[in-house]
């Protein structure tokens, strides 16, 4: 009894916008393999990861930046304390998703926000990440295509090691 109000207390936590400090309460809950009340039908990795991930699409699909989301602290942090967690695949697909769509933000990570998205997609092909992914690809190649001299069919490095073909 008192491992499920601990595990619903963590869930409370998500539901109050507190991530770290659910996240802090879901590393020992996970380490002990606590289990939800009964009224939750998924495992506790699985609820963690819809229930954060599901509002942060949620505000991000609404354009309310004002709302409170995990920052991606928390979300490197989820994906670390589930990584060993059964779940299903479209649970981490989501998971990536939202690690890439929040990575996508900063100008800095966009390697790595592609690296998600792509994570993303490989789990789950119908995650809804192929219209950034196709963004990023014309916006790679487009900077790529702009250095390069009139040639046809000339084979041109893409973003980050992959291979565009640009044709003249």
Partial sequence: MADEVFTRTLVWHIDAGLYTEALHMAEYAIQFNLPLPDNYNRTLATVLVDEICDWSLAVKASGKEDEVTASLDDLLKLE????????????????????????????????????????AILIDKDIGVKKE??????????????????????????????TAIIKG
């Fill in 133 to 162: 992914l196709n963004s990023y690809y014309g916006q790679c190649v487009s900077k790529k295509t702009k250095r390069l001299k009139n040639s046809n069919n000339r084979v041109a490095p893409a973003c980050h090691g992959g």
């Fill in 80 to 119: 670390r304390i589930t990584a060993q967690s059964d779940m299903p695949d479209g649970a981490r697909a989501k998971l990536y998703k939202v690690i890439g769509l929040t990575l996508k933000n900063d100008d800095k990570q966009q390697t790595l926000a592609l690296e998600y998205l792509q994570k």
